[in-house]
């Protein structure tokens, strides 16, 4: 799982029209509610990563029955709770924190011990964020210094629970709200702005939810035990892997590119906000609604006037996976650039603010890295002609997919490693690259 690439060319104008990927997060979250459904769902477009793969795979281990086609994706749901499994199940999440901190939160009813492991990386990261709060349901917990591997025992009597979760992580929230699903009486939370797709899903499926939305955050209210519908779902195209090419466009010359179908939920658009203060032309069109999630097709056209921004900490949630390419327009925008209270952002599959640091000083380009901020002073004309090598232990995708588009706006001669780590959360992004013209060995 080391192999890497070399980049040494920039690439050339293009004018394409690309669709991408199927949104991991509603992947996910159809999988796990699907499971927990009434019988048959189907789902299209559905994202085929490592992470959703992992999914299914887990579901397949709790009795789910799970048809992966072509073109789409059938899951025999066996009702709430309906999960069927032998002694000393072990869960294997692999990379996704999404997926090893929902599945904890449907597990809080789980009847046998079951044990969730993670790669390297998964155990690397806290999710003593989900087991405190689920504990209160009335379930068990073992971790490992609050990490995984994690034992749960369940409860067969899970008492409903009101929780303040204060850091703005949708994984949190999520997983409480699937917990909750499954528990008689009023689950309460008060959660600090985050991504709503399980909110959204919820409500699309009829089922007792109620959000009051207030300005720094939200009540939301879960009554459990309702049974859910079987429902089939059409996944838009995901932000966060379109944003690749958003930022590719933004830093490369004459060029223009539209996107299309993209899930514009509002608490994902931080990318799109954040760029166009910073001057990025994009343009979005072809509005649609499809169950309650917002979609449309964006339209990228590179310019070469890109400023600095003093980025307000309210955006931070909605931009979460993006950071690593905003720096990236940060360093060549006019001016100092300032991202603060960014701690979350080193609690994803690697410390990504440090490895924002990272990338930009092997770049060449000026910043201060604090805690939990960084300031990067940008320059217009940045043109890298050193040998620069980018290797992170932990192999997110993020990083290696970031290196690549820096790679081919900025020059120099890039090697950068683990390339198969593109397919935790997008197969199809060398291919991508390459039909616009990006030239990689
Ligand atoms: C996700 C939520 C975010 C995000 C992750 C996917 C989700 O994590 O970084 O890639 O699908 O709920 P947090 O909720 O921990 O911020």
């Known amino acids: 799982m080391n192999k890497s690439i070399i980049i040494k060319k920039t690439i050339k104008?293009?004018?394409k029209v690309i669709n991408v990927e199927g949104d991991k997060s509603l992947s996910i979250r159809w999988a796990l509610l699907a499971s927990q459904a009434k019988g048959k769902s189907k789902s299209f477009n559905l994202l085929k990563s490592e992470d959703v793969i992992n999914t299914?795979?887990?579901l397949r281990k709790l009795g789910i029955k799970v048809k992966l086609k072509k073109k789409s994706c059938e899951i025999i749901g066996k009702d709430l709770n309906g999960y069927k499994y032998k002694k000393n199940l072990i869960l294997n999440a692999g990379n996704s924190g999404t997926l090893g901190r929902l599945l904890t939160g449907l597990m809080v009813h789980a009847e046998e011990k079951v044990k969730i492991i993670g790669d390297k990386s998964l155990s690397k990261r806290d999710f003593l964020r989900v087991t405190r709060p689920l504990k209160k349901f009335g379930a068990n917990f073992k971790t490992n210094k609050g990490k995984l591997p994690i034992y749960i025992s369940g409860t067969t009597s899970p008492k409903p629970i009101r929780y303040y979760e204060d850091k703005?992580?949708?994984q949190i929230k999520s997983s409480i709200m699937l917990a909750?699903?499954?528990t008689n009486g009023t689950t309460v939370i008060k959660a600090k702005k985050s991504r709503d797709h399980t909110e959204i899903l919820l409500n699309y499926l009829r089922l007792p939810i109620k959000t009051v939305r207030k300005?720094?955050?939200?009540l939301i209210k879960i009554n459990g035990k309702k049974n859910i519908r079987s429902f089939n779902y059409n996944i838009p195209s995901d932000i966060s892997s379109s944003a690749f090419f958003i930022v590719l466009v933004a830093l490369s010359r004459n060029s223009k590119l539209k996107i299309k179908n993209v899930n514009i939920n509002l608490t994902r658009i931080g990318i799109l906000e954040i760029l166009k203060k910073m001057g990025v032309n994009i343009k979005l069109s072809n509005y649609k609604i499809y169950r309650g999630e917002k979609i449309a097709d964006l339209t990228i056209i590179s310019n070469n006037s890109l400023k600095a921004i003093n980025c307000p900490s309210s955006m931070n949630s909605a931009a979460i996976d993006e950071f690593l390419l905003i720096f990236l327009v940060a360093a060549k925008a006019k001016g100092v650039s300032y991202f603060k209270n960014l701690s979350?952002?080193?609690q994803k599959e690697s410390p990504r603010l440090y490895w924002g640091a990272q990338i930009l000083t092997k770049m060449g380009v000026k910043n201060v890295l604090k805690k939990d901020s960084i300031k990067i002073y940008g320059n217009p004309k940045l043109k890298i002609e050193k040998k620069i090598t980018i290797k992170n232990f932990l192999k997110d995708h993020r990083v290696f997919m970031t290196s690549v588009i820096a790679?081919?706006?900025?020059?120099?001669?890039?090697?950068i490693y683990d390339k198969d780590s593109v397919k935790t959360s997008f197969p199809t992004f060398i291919a991508k690259i390459k039909s616009l013209g990006g030239r990689l060995s």
């Open 13 to 15: 104008p293009f004018n």
């Open 56 to 58: 299914l795979n887990c």
């Open 168 to 170: 703005g992580s949708a």
């Open 180 to 182: 909750a699903l499954n």
């Open 215 to 218: 300005k720094k955050y939200d």
């Open 344 to 346: 979350e952002l080193n």
């Open 407 to 415: 790679a081919l706006t900025f020059g120099g001669k890039w090697t």
